[in-house]
T-cell receptor
């Protein structure tokens, strides 16, 4: 149980285009999902908290107009990187908390999306 | 503010025991988690401590001392497949704040 699916796993795009990344909780409902960014050999940095049915909460320094988050259902959150530039190239990872599960305060992660902007 | 410190790299041989320490400074502490991440892969949950003491899950154990703001992950009977990055993370509310990670290299 507690499987999180993330798609696509790898995307290459041209500078100026937008890229959408999907994060799905497959066997549980997730009222809250999280989006992280990770640079090579570095830690995971929380970008935003995605709340079902309401606006996302962004961490300090993260541009909300650049990284659009939509959490339209209890099993799906999307992150859209708008007008992508080479500096947006990174590994983006989503996670979800299974509050209905026995173990609380555990986040389950998707496999990540490697974005390369040319 | 909040910060977590863990060693950047640890090397050990197959079959050995290794301990990865984590110290933290944070407000609103709920618990300490440990995640494993292989190169290019997703972080995988290993262990969570909300209370002081030792939690054991197979070859992995985790310890927490809230009074010392300190915890560790203990890996026993090391295997080559344990070579990965290990992150401690503090739970604050519903958010995770990750340490910089420890690269564990297991040698034969």
């Amino acid at each position: 149980g507690a499987v999180v699916s993330q798609h696509p796993s790898w995307v290459i795009c041209k500078s100026g285009t937008s890229v959408k990344i999907e994060c799905r909780s497959l066997d549980f409902q997730a009222t809250t999902m999280f989006w992280y960014r990770q640079f090579p050999k570095q830690s995971l940095m929380l970008m935003a908290t995605s709340n079902e049915g309401s606006k996302a909460t962004y961490e300090q320094g993260v541009e909300k107009d650049k990284f659009l988050i939509n959490h339209a259902s209890l099993t799906l959150s999307t992150l859209t990187v708008t007008s992508a530039h080479p500096e947006d190239s990174s590994f983006y990872i989503c996670s979800a908390e299974n509050r209905g599960g026995i173990a609380k305060n555990i986040q389950y992660f998707g496999a990540g999306t490697r974005l390369s902007v040319l | 503010g909040q910060s977590l410190e863990q060693p950047s790299e640890v090397t050990a041989v197959e079959g050995a025991i290794v301990q990865i320490n984590c110290t933290y400074q944070t407000s609103g502490f709920y618990g300490l988690s440990w995640y494993q991440q292989h190169d290019g892969g997703a972080p995988t949950f290993l262990s969570y401590n909300a209370l002081d003491g030792l939690e054991e899950t197979g070859r992995f154990s985790s310890f927490l001392s809230r009074s010392d703001s300190y915890g560790y992950l203990l890996l026993q009977e090391l295997q080559m497949k344990d070579s990965a990055s290990y992150f401690c993370a503090v739970t604050r509310g519903n958010k995770l704040v990750f340490g910089a990670g420890t690269i564990l290299r297991v040698k034969s």
